[in-house]
C-alpha cells in the first residue's frame, strides 16, 4: 500500500507570516503533487513534480511556491501567508508510469491563516 | 468549461436505501479515481478504473470513457457512509494529471 505523510496535521499562522507544509512518500513514485480543498470545491492542483529538482506549475499557483527537494520529499512554501489561502491541504504521489492515472493520498494538512 | 461535472452536488439517504453518484466528461478520459472524503478530512481511495466496472462491498463504480462518464453506486448505505465524495479523471494529455469534480456532500439518516 502506497505511503504518503504530511506535517504538520494543522497550522495556524497570521497573514503574512511564512509556512513550509511538508510530504513524504515512501513508495519510489516519480510525480508529487500539492493540491488545496475548500468547501464546494474539489481538488485544485497547486505545483507538481516528476521527480527530484522538477517543479510544474499546477492550476491555482499564485502565492505558492514548491520544492522536490529528494524523490521522497515535496515541499509546499507560502512565504506571505494570505487569509485566502485558508484551506486543507493534500499531497498525493503517483507512479507516473504507463498508463496508470491512480494517485495515493496524504492525510490533509488544515492551515488557517488569520 | 469544467471538464468534470459531479451530480449531485448533495445526496441524503436512509440507512438501507441506495443511490448513484455520476460524473460526466467533456472530453475523453483514460481513467477515473473515486474518494470519500471522510469526518477528519482524510480522503479514502474507493475506486481506480481505466475501463468496466468494479465492485467492493456496497460499492460499485462503473467508468465508460467512450460515452464519457463514470458512476459510483451505493448499495444499503450506513451511517459510516456519510462525507463527500469525488471523483478524479486522467485526461488523454499523458500529463498523469487528476482532473477533479467538485464533490457529492452525501449524508445517510436514521
Known amino acids: 500500500e502506497a505511503a504518503v505523510t504530511q506535517s504538520p496535521r494543522n497550522k495556524v499562522t497570521v497573514t503574512g507570516g511564512n509556512v513550509t507544509l511538508s510530504c513524504r512518500q515512501t513508495?519510489?513514485?516519480?510525480?508529487m503533487y500539492w493540491y488545496r480543498q475548500d468547501t464546494g470545491h474539489g481538488l485544485r492542483l497547486i505545483h507538481y513534480?516528476?521527480?527530484?529538482?522538477?517543479?510544474q506549475i499546477g492550476d491555482v499557483p499564485d502565492g505558492y511556491k514548491a520544492t522536490r527537494t529528494t524523490q521522497e520529499d515535496f515541499f509546499l512554501l507560502l512565504e506571505l501567508a494570505s487569509p485566502s489561502q485558508t484551506s486543507l491541504y493534500f499531497c498525493?504521489?503517483?507512479?507516473?508510469?504507463?498508463?496508470?492515472?491512480?494517485?495515493?493520498f496524504g492525510p490533509g494538512t488544515r492551515l488557517t491563516v488569520l | 468549461g469544467d471538464q468534470v461535472e459531479q451530480s449531485p452536488s448533495a445526496l441524503s439517504l436512509h440507512e438501507g436505501t441506495g443511490s448513484a453518484l455520476r460524473c460526466n466528461f467533456t472530453?475523453?478520459?483514460?481513467?477515473v479515481q473515486w474518494f470519500r472524503k471522510n469526518s477528519r478530512g482524510s480522503l479514502i481511495n474507493l475506486f481506480y478504473l481505466a475501463s468496466g466496472t468494479k465492485e467492493n462491498g456496497r460499492l460499485k463504480s462503473a467508468f465508460d470513457s467512450k460515452e464519457r462518464y463514470s458512476t459510483l453506486h451505493i448499495r444499503d448505505a450506513q451511517l459510516e457512509d456519510s462525507g463527500t465524495y469525488f471523483c478524479?479523471?486522467?485526461?488523454?494529455?499523458?500529463?498523469?494529471?487528476?482532473?477533479f469534480g467538485s464533490g457529492t456532500q452525501l449524508t445517510v439518516m436514521p
Open positions: 513508495n519510489s513514485h516519480n510525480y
Open positions: 472530453t475523453t478520459m483514460r481513467a
Open positions: 478524479a479523471a486522467g485526461a488523454s494529455s499523458g500529463s498523469w494529471q487528476l482532473i
Open positions: 498525493a504521489s503517483s507512479p507516473g508510469l504507463g498508463d496508470s492515472y491512480e494517485q495515493y
Open positions: 513534480s516528476y521527480g527530484a529538482g522538477n517543479l
